[in-house]
T-cell receptor
């Protein structure tokens, strides 16, 4: 079955560490997205990519970095510059053009220890 | 800038009741609207996708309507069940290649 796989499900980060969250899709979708979700707040867009080797900043990109070397993969690195990284991170994909909707992964919960 | 509002923020109903969740958006020039369900600690599951040219979509006990001119969509859940308890989110897309703008969700609890 086609879908999006996020790993790990839970991740713990020490102060000053960079950590990378994985997102892989086999839906043949062109576009991929990273969102952050905090309690009581809506989803906020971190980065998105509509084609391989290209990506754009979303609303809250500071302290994060991404790469898009393969169509299927869109990893997110939470750098030490992100001062409040504890949150639930969601990856999504869609066709870059057309009437299709978004498909989401199951999320990664990141906690700073 | 598109803003999406969902009212109420939380709702508790007894099992078997029919209910309506509301979603409003400030810019009526949308491409499509998508309703999602999110269980605690989980990702989002797509429920219904309505294109701008459509008035409604149905899937089982769920029916979503769209009124672009008034900037509103409703999600109707018939004969609610405890398994329907979750947070429901709506999101709109402005154009074919644009990103989704999400509402903050309605947290639904269906009491047995």
């Amino acid at each position: 079955d086609g879908g999006i796989t996020q790993s790990p499900k839970y991740l713990f980060r020490k102060e000053g560490q960079n950590v990378t969250l994985s997102c892989e899709q086999n839906l043949n979708h062109d576009a991929m997205y990273w969102y952050r979700q905090d309690p009581g707040q809506g989803l906020r867009l971190i980065y998105y990519s509509q084609i391989v080797n290209d990506f754009q900043k979303g609303d809250i990109a500071e302290g994060y970095s991404v790469s898009r070397e393969k169509k299927e993969s869109f990893p997110l690195t939470v750098t030490s510059a992100q001062k409040n990284p504890t949150a639930f991170y969601l990856c999504a994909s869609s066709l870059a053009r057309g009437s299709g909707g978004y498909t989401f992964g199951s999320g990664t919960r990141l906690t700073v220890v | 800038k598109q803003e999406v509002t969902q009212i109420p923020a939380a709702l508790s109903v007894p099992e078997g009741e029919n209910l309506v969740l509301n979603c409003s958006f400030t810019d009526s020039a949308i491409y499509n609207l998508q309703w999602f369900r999110q269980d605690p600690g989980k990702g989002l599951t797509s429920l219904l996708l309505i294109q701008s040219s459509q008035r409604e979509q149905t899937s089982g006990r769920l029916n979503a309507s769209l009124d672009k001119s008034s900037g509103r969509s409703t999600l109707y859940i018939a004969a609610s069940q405890p398994g329907d308890s979750a947070t429901y989110l709506c999101a709109v897309k402005k154009s074919s290649g644009d990103k989704l703008t999400f509402g903050t969700g309605t947290r639904l609890a269906v009491r047995p």
